[in-house]
């Protein structure tokens, strides 16, 4: 089962994706990026990693970007290997070159996907990180998540 | 029509395609099509309405920026690239409106930096997207690894693996 953390500070947001992900493992929420890097460390430090974060990036106290940073800062400190760190997926109305291009290449996001999110879209991503079966994955060995 | 990933009506293999640099097409037929990408990029179209599907594989950001190199391949650069197959989408009846993009590629390649880089490919791909109002559903860009790509036109299904190498193919 995987372990998921859903970042939004829109309820009805939440609520929507862990009603559309729940079966494929226990879903946290955070309302926030603040409580999104708590709960990741607190995740680290009890040796139960999240194996992926949702993560919007419009928020409060600490936009998703900056909250998609520590995360990754966390994992640097803790010595995780890239190969094994928790996939980002940034989920935003925010659907802007700026953002998208910000995301992936300065905080290594691993996939954006804008508002609404069409749950078989983020199926496919989950695929495509390594998190569920790949058609690809019968194909040859050369490959890796 | 097809029913399943693999086969046609009646149980024929579905066609295979395997898209080269600088290549692209529409498909309007069930089709298997693949690429190889390191900083290059590929965005798939998918027109949910009439079933059909496009993508490229693009080497270089915008063509004015390369025009000496290659005049006539239009799929060579992201930007050309994009208008093209809008045009043969178009000829389908195929609108802007009507179609659903994703965007594939733009890894950081360790070597040829400043000559072929993945993320001046990767915004000159939104750059025009957002100029013809597409809408993207989806993005998985950048990174050190390369990328394979198996898309379905017709279903606008993309299945991604990341190759293990930390040098990236174009």
Do not use: W
Not at chain 1, 57 to 86: H, K, S, Y
Not at chain 2, 50 to 67: K, N, T, W
Not at chain 2, 84 to 100: C, D, N
Request: glycine share 8%.
């Amino acid at each position: 089962m995987l372990r998921l953390l859903i970042v939004d500070d829109c309820p009805t947001s939440r609520l929507v994706l862990c009603a559309g992900l729940r079966e494929l493992g226990r879903c946290d929420e955070a309302d926030g990026g603040v409580a999104a890097v708590r709960a990741f460390a607190e995740a680290l430090a009890a040796h139960e990693p999240y194996d992926v974060v949702l993560m919007d990036i419009m928020m409060p106290d600490m936009d998703g970007l900056q909250a998609a940073r520590e995360i990754a800062a966390l994992q640097d400190a803790a010595g995780v290997e890239r190969c094994a760190r928790a996939k980002m997926i940034m989920v935003s109305c925010l659907d802007d070159s700026h953002h998208v291009t910000s995301a992936h290449y300065e905080c290594d996001a691993d996939y954006y996907i804008p508002k609404p999110v069409e749950l078989p879209v983020l199926h496919e991503a989950l695929v495509n990180l390594g998190l569920l079966a790949n058609p690809l994955d019968a194909e040859d060995g050369e490959c890796g998540a | 029509m097809t029913d399943e990933r693999g086969k046609c009506g009646g149980g024929r293999a579905m066609d295979e395609r395997f898209l080269m640099i600088g290549q692209g097409d529409v498909f309007t037929a069930p089709t298997r099509v693949r690429t190889v990408l390191g900083s290059c990029v590929s965005v798939t179209f998918h027109c949910p309405q009439r079933g059909v599907g496009a993508m490229f594989h693009a080497l270089l950001s915008r063509r004015c920026e390369f025009e000496r190199c290659e005049r006539n391949n239009a799929f060579r650069y992201v930007d050309s690239a994009i208008e093209e197959t809008l045009k043969k989408l178009g000829r389908l009846g195929v609108t802007p409106a009507m179609i659903q993009c994703k965007i594939f590629g733009g890894a950081n390649s360790l070597v040829r930096e400043g000559f072929c880089s993945g993320r001046r490919n990767v915004e000159a791909a939104f750059e025009t997207l957002e100029r013809r109002h597409l809408q993207v559903v989806a993005t998985s860009v950048g990174g050190e690894r390369g990328r394979k790509l198996l898309f379905f036109p017709h279903l606008g299904d993309v299945y991604v693996k990341l190759l293990n190498s930390s040098l990236c193919p174009l």
